[in-house]
């Protein structure tokens, strides 16, 4: 189970696997947020208020009320999915980031795992990236070694890089046995919040403003001047970690929908190329999942910073790309199960490869 910082709903998936290797990929689902508006807002204004916390366990004004709401919203998707698709023998819960500061070392997702165990009536792994973040590490990204055998499962030039454009967009560097990743840039969370201010709307579907508009070339080559760019992986972003620069945009003389919208399409795919230097190679083969996969224009550009390497969706390839994550949990909660690693220093940054993951029994 799996929701993003773009907190558009809750994606479930079923997965057969033995913690190393994909065996066959069964039903998924999606449960928009579009239907809950105010229980949205409010986990909206909980990661605001989350900004400024010190301690993971605290939950203090509206944060609480998210965590009761995010819990209740996951419980019934749960069930219903459940019904559906057939009993299963755990699941992976990652619940809602609220706050995410490697930097401090402190990481929050809201959800009671608890409670979803006690309702389903099967084990429910959940909190993955604490372990991480205590012993030293970034605490994302957290789904290379399901990148990884998700790659196995097909036939690509390498190396192959994996690109989640989710909240944020990260990439998972795969060479043999070589497993690099990290957090590229910002990615649909400042799209969305742009044209969510300007619109009303949720995000750009389909890319149409942006396909409209003009990218002021200056303002994209300021926005490149941001210093995350030029640090090494592994390396962790916050979905607000960008946010400043929402307001930057409209300084830069950036006034309609249009303009800004292509502006920021490009920013996501720009920033995506500045991490080719940081790559022990070039990849050859690219591979793009996530909401991003759907917008045709940030397709492009993609495929046009990263020439000469070819730039799929991973639905060409047999991916389910809106559900990779939710799948990419299910393989950790298994892998937690087992004792197996979830993160490895050149993922995280952690000193030794880390499991981690609580365990709620029924």
Request: glycine letters at 10%; a negative charge; hydrophobic letters at 45%.
């Amino acid at each position: 189970m799996m929701s993003g910082t773009s907190l558009d709903g809750i994606d479930l998936a079923v997965v057969e696997t033995d913690g190393e290797t994909i065996q066959a990929f069964g039903p998924v689902a999606s449960y928009s947020y579009e239907a809950f508006p105010n229980e949205r807002a409010l986990i909206f204004r909980a990661m605001d208020e989350a900004s400024t916390l010190t301690d993971r366990n605290a939950r203090p004004g509206s944060l609480a009320e998210a965590e009761q709401a995010v819990t209740r919203l996951n419980r019934n998707a749960l069930l219903a999915f459940l019904k559906e698709a057939g009993p299963t023998d755990v699941v992976g819960f990652h619940g809602q980031t609220v706050f995410h500061r490697p930097d401090i070392g402190l990481t929050i997702q809201i959800g009671d795992g608890h409670a979803l165990a006690q309702a389903a009536g099967v084990p429910v792994v959940y909190d993955f990236r604490a372990a991480d973040m205590a012993a030293g590490g970034h605490g994302a990204p957290f789904v290379p070694v399901f990148h990884r055998a998700l790659a196995a499962t097909i036939e690509r030039p390498g190396p192959v890089a994996v690109l989640n454009l989710g909240g944020v967009a990260n990439i998972t560097y795969i060479d043999g046995d070589e497993l690099i990743a990290c957090d590229v840039g910002p990615a649909n969370a400042l799209l969305d919040d742009f044209v969510r201010t300007k619109t009303g709307r949720p995000y750009d579907e389909g890319g149409v403003s942006a396909s409209n508009g003009r990218i002021g070339s200056m303002a994209l080559k300021r926005l490149l001047t941001h210093p995350y760019f030029d640090v090494p992986p592994p390396k962790s972003l916050d979905r607000n970690n960008f946010r400043a620069f929402a307001h930057e945009v409209a300084e830069l003389g950036v006034r309609s929908l249009e303009d800004g919208a292509a502006l920021l399409t490009a920013f996501t795919a720009a920033a995506v190329e500045r991490v080719l230097p940081h790559l022990p190679k070039h990849p050859r083969s690219w591979i793009v999942t996530g909401g991003g996969a759907r917008n045709p224009v940030m397709m492009r550009f993609l495929a046009e910073n990263l020439a000469p390497a070819s730039v799929e969706t991973g639905e060409s390839v047999g991916w389910s790309s809106d559900h990779v994550e939710a799948q990419a949990f299910a393989f950790l909660a298994v892998r937690s199960l087992k004792g197996l690693p979830l993160s490895f220093p050149n993922t995280t940054g952690v000193a030794a490869p880390q499991t981690g993951g609580v365990i709620a029994r029924p």
